[in-house]
Nanobody, 115 residues
Framework: QVQLVESGGGLVQPGGSLRLSCAAS????????MGWYRQAPGKERELVAL???????NYADSVKGRFTISRGNAKNTVYLQMNNLKPEDTAVYYC?????????WGQGTQVTVSS
């Protein structure tokens, strides 16, 4: 099993920045993909960004140029630097990990962008 713990959410004004962190524990493999999804009230969960241990990276069009995903050297961490935040970025952000043993989710962290 794999456990994911997120941190770094909060309230920020439009144009501000936040950095989300996620650490995986348990049976995390050297080859995996970790990333971030978000779910706003009344909407479906959507991909924000993901990055594999092999270096493959994918971003949602809505965050390209504003968000940056990175991985830690230990292969069990993922970060999301969010700049120039907009009210439409308000959502619960979930850490996600995929490997050959399955797909795992964190509990989520709230990000609210409001003046």
């Amino acid at each position: 099993q794999v456990q994911l713990v997120e941190s770094g959410g909060g309230l920020v004004q439009p144009g501000g920045s936040l950095r989300l962190s996620c650490a995986a524990s348990g049976s995390i493999f050297n080859s995996n993909t970790m990333g971030w999804y978000r779910q706003a009230p009344g909407k479906e969960r959507e991909l924000v960004a993901l990055k594999s241990t092999a270096g493959f990276t994918n971003y949602a069009d809505s965050v390209k140029g504003r968000f940056t995903i990175s991985r830690g050297n230990a292969k069990n961490t993922v970060y999301l630097q969010m700049n120039n935040l907009k009210p439409e970025d308000t959502a619960v952000y979930y850490c996600n990990a995929k490997q050959s043993s399955g797909t795992y989710w964190g509990q989520g962290t709230q990000v609210t962008v409001s003046s």
